[in-house]
């Protein structure tokens, strides 16, 4: 397999990803993964080398390359910009297909923490997404931008979902809470959109990041083997 730190046309300036794709012909299924508030770290980039040993291309774009250097991990998510993300999910795409071209299959987006609301932001929004999985995504009811005219939050885009939707949640979680990750969930179903949920007792926020202390192996393994077969099933047979 092949994994490395490319450079994607984007506006305003090149933007970096971190590209893996497996060696063979393919075509290759895809996953653009959104990193979560430390940004692209080992954890990232071990999703990133896992998913290529497991049949499929993927994609991590570095979503906070429009913030100033030593910002503080949260005041940086806070940076963020609804309509920016988008622009930089859409210009990972488009590197993806100019990169592999023919090799390239249906694609599919996931994300951690601040990259679950990512994912779930993009599947509302972003046609190429055929999938989508949220791990533990905060602040899907929030908004993000400059405040200069009104948008809304990826909560409130929920019926643009085209695909499924698979989640990863900790019950000892705050954002999202227990109660957060019902009222997504009712919201889905009531807009019958096809969604799996799944939470893990005994783990909270940050729970598949082994780097830190929050880190939960047992959820981490299990979720990552649920993933594995939502994908193969959802987005390979879209193939």
Not at 13 to 38: E, L, Q, T
Not at 76 to 86: G, H, P, S
Not at 135 to 144: D, P, R, V
Not at 186 to 206: C, I, P
Request: aromatic share 8%.
């Amino acid at each position: 397999m092949t994994v490395r730190w490319e450079t994607a046309q984007a506006e305003p300036s090149p933007m970096r990803v971190y590209v893996g794709a497996p060696d063979s012909a393919g075509p290759h299924p895809a996953m653009v993964v959104a990193h979560h508030a430390p940004g692209i770290d080992a954890q990232v980039q071990d999703a990133v080398h896992r998913l290529v040993r497991a049949g499929y291309a993927a994609a991590a774009p570095d979503l906070f390359r429009r913030q100033p250097q030593g910002v503080e991990a949260v005041k940086r998510t806070q940076l963020l910009r609804d309509d920016e993300i988008l622009a930089d999910l859409r210009a990972t795409i488009a590197h993806l297909k100019s990169s592999l071209g023919a090799r390239l299959g249906p694609l599919g987006v996931m994300g951690y923490c601040m990259g679950g609301r990512v994912a779930y932001l993009g599947a509302c929004e972003i046609e190429d997404f055929r999938v989508s999985a949220v791990f533990y995504g905060g602040n899907i009811m929030k908004a993000l931008g400059d405040g200069a005219s009104p948008s809304l939050s990826p909560f409130q885009r929920s019926e643009k979902i085209r695909g499924p939707v698979i989640g990863f949640f900790g019950a000892e979680d705050t954002n999202p809470s227990p109660d957060d990750v019902k009222k997504i969930g009712a919201e889905l179903a009531r807009l019958g959109k096809w969604h799996e949920f799944h939470t893990y007792n005994g783990a909270g926020h940050a729970f598949h990041n082994f780097t830190g202390e929050r880190y939960r192996e047992r959820a981490a393994r299990a979720s990552w083997q649920e993933l594995l077969a939502f994908l193969a099933e959802r987005l390979q047979r879209s193939a």
